[in-house]
């Protein structure tokens, strides 16, 4: 049996008058690969970015790798250090506009966990290559394709050595040329064992390299399953109706 | 009537009061930023009462003209310097009255709310992804502020500070009405002994130019050099470039028509 690195518990989420989050419960195993989709509106970036509380939820509690915190947690020692626990690549990628791509992946380890430069810029160097950019290395993001700048994000996600690694719908923003290369990275880096829970609306993707989905609706969790259960024989009717739409766009 | 020999000779005394040009255009422009900064923290203070005096006082010092700044200061220079002496027991002198520091800071004074509206402006020009990405890496709200978000902010800075400084030095000829011998003051006092005053000031009018000129390439350059990532392709890229032609044309006009070729 493979070990639970992560349980949302409970977790309860409201912008003003809209209930986002309405009781949310994941759990996820180490090394699983999880694919979270949904319509818009449901909650599945809302869902991850409770998990390293850049939206701290109202209720509920997220714990990782036996580290329990509370949603209402104020103490910013306690959210920092369930935060390194945990990595996000963004959909905008938010690589830091004034470091070079290799910069933006020492970048966290120098500054927050003080590794020395030499040998952080060791570990830049690996991860850039993993992700096949050893050759931009010292191009700053604005010099660098979307797709490019997605995949340094990877890698500067990857050299913190977190537990999850949190994908907000990383390719949403891409032409649809550039997909293809940040999905391979992704596939790439799942197979090294790491712990991924990704939003995204690629189904193709899901199918092939997730070990589970689960589809959101109205703030809760509609259906939970591998692959093929969710997607090809899903139960709910909702998530039946959003499939379907998906599949096949010109029966809308 | 322009005597050309005047004008020549105006130009020495001119250079001569350089020094005190530029550094009253230096320090109160390094006042200003320092008291900008502040002022921009003070604007942005959680508290709603203070953000709301600060406001008030910012907009009351922009309202205020420099010249009258350093006419308020001038006058009360000699009481306030007498009760500060008295606080350390002294007798204050009024033969070297610190009237260059005074002006300084009157200069600064006026210049205060608009550095803090650079600063503001700066602070909002980057984009919220930047703040998310540090926090979302566990960086501390300082190590975002030091590593990440200042060094964005000089450089969204850099022209409107470019901008700021050669206005404060522009505006440092309005310190010779309260006696400060910088370039201005020294081109009317020359103008004045020789009755020469086209001469003297179209010789200061040409001297302040270059000055400008000179700080004004030192900030385009800082400006390429600091922002360089901002833009793609900007390591190499000039702005004027913009305004030659483009190279299209040079090279279609260059080929060789074909069918002449042949």
């Given at each position: 049996?493979?070990?639970?690195?992560?349980?949302?518990?409970?977790?309860?989420?409201?912008?003003?008058?809209?209930?986002?989050?309405?009781?949310?419960?994941?759990?996820?195993?180490?090394?699983?690969?999880?694919?979270?989709?949904?319509?818009?509106?449901?909650?599945?970036?809302?869902?991850?970015?409770?998990?390293?509380?850049?939206?701290?939820?109202?209720?509920?509690?997220i714990?990782i790798?036996?580290?329990?915190?509370?949603?209402?947690?104020?103490?910013k020692?306690?959210?920092?250090?369930?935060?390194?626990?945990?990595?996000?690549?963004?959909?905008?990628?938010?690589?830091?506009?004034?470091?070079t791509?290799?910069?933006?992946?020492?970048?966290?380890?120098?500054v927050?966990k003080?590794?020395?430069k030499a040998?952080?810029?060791?570990?830049?160097?690996?991860?850039?290559?993993?992700?096949?950019?050893?050759?931009?290395?010292?191009?700053?993001?604005?010099?660098?394709?979307?797709?490019?700048?997605?995949?340094?994000?990877?890698?500067?996600?990857?050299?913190?050595k977190?537990?999850v690694?949190?994908f907000?719908?990383?390719?949403?923003?891409?032409?649809?040329?550039?997909?293809?290369?940040?999905l391979?990275c992704?596939?790439?880096?799942?197979?090294?064992?790491?712990?991924?829970?990704?939003?995204?609306?690629?189904?193709?993707?899901?199918?092939?390299?997730?070990?589970?989905?689960?589809?959101?609706?109205?703030?809760?969790?509609?259906?939970?399953?591998?692959?093929?259960?969710?997607?090809?024989h899903?139960?709910?009717?909702?998530?039946?109706?959003?499939?379907?739409?998906?599949?096949?766009?010109?029966?809308? | 009537?322009?005597d050309?020999?005047?004008?020549?000779?105006?130009?020495?005394?001119?250079?001569r009061?350089?020094?005190?040009?530029?550094?009253?255009?230096?320090?109160?422009?390094?006042?200003?930023?320092?008291?900008?900064?502040?002022?921009?923290?003070?604007m942005t203070?959680?508290?709603?009462?203070?953000?709301?005096?600060?406001?008030?006082?910012?907009?009351?010092?922009?309202?205020?003209?420099?010249?009258?700044?350093?006419y308020?200061?001038?006058?009360?220079?000699?009481?306030?310097?007498?009760?500060?002496?008295?606080?350390?027991?002294?007798?204050?002198?009024?033969?070297?009255?610190?009237?260059?520091q005074?002006?300084?800071?009157?200069?600064?004074?006026s210049?205060?709310?608009?550095m803090?509206?650079m600063?503001?402006?700066?602070?909002?020009?980057?984009?919220?992804?930047?703040?998310?990405?540090?926090?979302?890496?566990?960086f501390?709200?300082?190590?975002?502020?030091f590593?990440?978000?200042?060094?964005?902010?000089?450089?969204?800075?850099?022209?409107n500070?470019?901008?700021?400084?050669?206005?404060?030095l522009?505006?440092?000829?309005?310190?010779?009405?309260?006696?400060?011998?910088e370039?201005?003051?020294?081109?009317?006092?020359?103008?004045?002994?020789?009755?020469t005053?086209?001469?003297?000031?179209?010789?200061?009018?040409?001297?302040?130019?270059?000055?400008?000129?000179?700080?004004?390439?030192?900030?385009?350059?800082?400006e390429?050099?600091?922002?360089?990532y901002?833009?793609?392709?900007?390591?190499?890229r000039?702005?004027?470039?913009?305004?030659?032609?483009?190279?299209r044309?040079?090279?279609?006009?260059?080929?060789?028509n074909?069918?002449?070729?042949?």
């Amino acid at each position: 049996m493979a070990d639970k690195i992560l349980e949302i518990s409970n977790v309860y989420k409201r912008f003003g008058d809209n209930n986002v989050l309405n009781g949310v419960n994941i759990s996820v195993e180490k090394g699983e690969v999880i694919v979270i989709l949904g319509p818009s509106g449901s909650g599945k970036t809302t869902m991850l970015r409770t998990i390293n509380f850049l939206d701290p939820a109202d209720a509920g509690e997220i714990s990782i790798d036996g580290m329990t915190v509370k949603c209402q947690e104020k103490n910013k020692k306690k959210v920092r250090a369930l935060r390194q626990k945990t990595a996000m690549v963004f959909q905008q990628y938010n690589l830091f506009r004034n470091r070079t791509a290799i910069e933006n992946v020492m970048e966290g380890l120098t500054v927050v966990k003080k590794v020395p430069k030499a040998e952080a810029k060791k570990i830049a160097e690996a991860a850039l290559a993993q992700v096949g950019l050893s050759d931009k290395a010292a191009l700053y993001p604005a010099q660098l394709s979307g797709g490019q700048q997605q995949r340094v994000s990877i890698a500067r996600a990857l050299v913190m050595k977190p537990e999850v690694i949190l994908f907000d719908e990383p390719t949403s923003a891409l032409d649809p040329e550039l997909v293809g290369e940040v999905l391979k990275c992704i596939r790439d880096v799942a197979k090294t064992g790491i712990t991924m829970i990704i939003v995204t609306h690629e189904i193709a993707f899901a199918k092939e390299a997730a070990t589970r989905v689960i589809f959101m609706d109205g703030g809760v969790v509609v259906e939970n399953g591998t692959p093929d259960e969710v997607i090809n024989h899903p139960k709910t009717e909702r998530a039946q109706v959003f499939l379907e739409r998906i599949n096949h766009p010109q029966a809308v | 009537m322009f005597d050309q020999s005047m004008f020549f000779q105006s130009f020495l005394p001119i250079i001569r009061a350089m020094p005190t040009t530029l550094i009253l255009t230096v320090t109160s422009c390094v006042l200003a930023l320092l008291g900008g900064i502040i002022l921009a923290l003070l604007m942005t203070c959680p508290v709603k009462i203070i953000r709301g005096i600060f406001k008030v006082v910012s907009s009351f010092l922009k309202g205020i003209p420099i010249l009258v700044f350093l006419y308020v200061f001038s006058v009360s220079i000699d009481s306030v310097m007498t009760k500060l002496y008295a606080l350390f027991n002294l007798t204050y002198s009024n033969r070297n009255t610190p009237t260059l520091q005074f002006a300084i800071l009157a200069l600064a004074l006026s210049y205060i709310p608009y550095m803090a509206d650079m600063i503001l402006s700066a602070y909002r020009a980057i984009p919220n992804g930047q703040f998310e990405a540090a926090e979302a890496f566990s960086f501390t709200k300082s190590q975002a502020m030091f590593h990440i978000i200042i060094p964005q902010m000089t450089v969204i800075a850099v022209p409107n500070f470019g901008n700021h400084f050669v206005n404060l030095l522009k505006a440092t000829s309005l310190t010779c009405m309260v006696t400060i011998m910088e370039m201005m003051g020294t081109a009317r006092n020359f103008a004045t002994m020789n009755q020469t005053f086209l001469e003297a000031y179209t010789a200061c009018a040409l001297l302040y130019w270059l000055v400008f000129e000179i700080f004004e390439r030192l900030f385009q350059f800082i400006e390429k050099k600091a922002g360089r990532y901002l833009q793609p392709g900007a390591l190499t890229r000039r702005r004027f470039h913009l305004f030659r032609k483009p190279a299209r044309m040079h090279v279609s006009q260059k080929q060789p028509n074909p069918e002449q070729a042949l």
